[in-house]
């Protein structure tokens, strides 16, 4: 059986998510991730950092990598820093 948990007093607010997933895509998946930097690591991961306006727009995000097939390594909430930018852009 499955539980139901209340939403909390944060579930619609907006916040800054570093999504990883295996494999690096290509700048021109930049803007269908609107408002997202991807940073395509050595490692051959790639980032995905930036301001997501609620959990809606988290799980929508979260469908986009679904439907590319690439695997997804990693979501966090982080606390935006000096190096977080939120609008596009591709970085290596």
Known sequence: MSETYPPTEDHYDTGHYEIRIKGHLSP????????????????????????????????????????LGMPLLSIIRVEPGPGQAAGPDVKK
């Open 28 to 67: 021109q998946w930049r803007d269908w991730f609107g408002g997202l930097t991807l940073t395509l690591e050595d490692n051959g991961e790639t980032l995905l950092i930036g301001l997501v306006a609620d959990q809606a727009a988290l799980h929508g995000l979260l469908r986009k990598v679904r439907d």
